[in-house]
Every structure is written in structure tokens, then in C-alpha cells.
């Protein structure tokens, strides 16, 4: 019987999981599975609550790190910008005309779809233009001067 309660709480503890995204939850819940395993194993429940809290420690201590890492989109672990935050500050060149409608520009070999940060400004082909950010596969750009 203690192993179906640690299995449930198990499970309680990994739907609420969906609900924070924080990875911590999942770690305890972890902890449940292997108490009820040792509670299968025939442990007492001294021993169930020894294996909960040591293996809920553990992940969190091991493992938690580590998803975290991983988890990071923006940023590499040293630090330096990765997908569509790579080219916030980069410089492309204009290749059809780009203004607060439309536009597209070439970006470190790239073609994006543009638009004019500055609502005033009409870039014309053949010049320079600095990033300034993305919003979804639009770069957002200015005069580069």
C-alpha cells in the first residue's frame, strides 16, 4: 500500500510540474518513484522517506543543473548570443527597398525580411543597416551610418 501512495504523490508531484516549469517539482517527484520502489522492496517507512529525500536531493543537486543549462535558448554557456539574438547588432545591407511596411535586407549571408525601426526612415538598395532587434523572422533594422 505505501508504494501506490508514493506512486500517486509521484504523479501529483510531476502534474504540477506542467504547471511551474521551474524543474523542481519533477526532482521530488523522482524521489516519490524510488521511495515506492523501495517500499515494492518490502523498506520500512523510515527507510521510504530516507530514499525520498536523498534521491529528491540528489536530481536536484545532479540533475537540475545540467536541464538548466540546456534549457538556456539565448545564450551559450560562455555567454555569447545564439539564434535570431546572434544578429541583434549585426550589419546587413539593404536589397529591396525597406520601410515600415516591408523590406529585405542580407544579413551575415542571410536574406530576412525587414522592417524600418524608425517609422520615418525608407532605406533604399545598397545600404547599410544595423540590427537593432528581432521580432519573430523580422529583423527590425536602422540606418547604419
Given amino acids: 500500500m505505501d508504494a501506490v501512495l508514493w ?9 504540477a510540474e506542467m504547471f511551474t516549469f521551474t524543474f523542481v517539482l519533477i526532482m521530488f ?17 523510515p527507510v521510504q522517506a530516507a530514499v525520498f529525500a536523498i534521491v529528491s536531493v540528489l536530481t536536484l543537486v545532479a540533475v537540475r543543473p545540467i536541464i538548466q543549462r540546456h534549457r538556456q535558448s539565448d545564450v551559450e554557456i560562455d555567454g555569447t548570443p545564439m539564434g535570431v539574438q546572434a544578429i541583434s547588432g549585426s550589419t546587413g545591407l539593404v536589397l529591396e ?7 529585405l535586407v542580407k544579413i ?16 533604399e538598395p545598397g545600404e547599410r543597416v544595423r540590427v537593432i532587434e528581432v521580432k519573430g523572422a523580422t529583423a527590425m533594422v536602422w540606418r547604419d551610418f
Avoid: K, N
Wanted: zero cysteines; charged letters at 10%; hydrophobic letters at 60%.
Fill in 7 to 15: 506512486i500517486v504523490l509521484g504523479v501529483l508531484l510531476a502534474v
Fill in 108 to 123: 551575415d549571408g542571410e536574406l530576412w525580411t525587414a522592417r524600418a525601426y524608425d517609422a520615418t526612415q525608407v532605406l
Fill in 97 to 103: 527597398q525597406v520601410d515600415i511596411e516591408h523590406g
Fill in 29 to 45: 517527484s523522482t524521489g516519490a518513484f524510488a521511495a515506492a520502489i523501495a517500499a515494492a522492496l518490502g523498506a520500512g517507512v
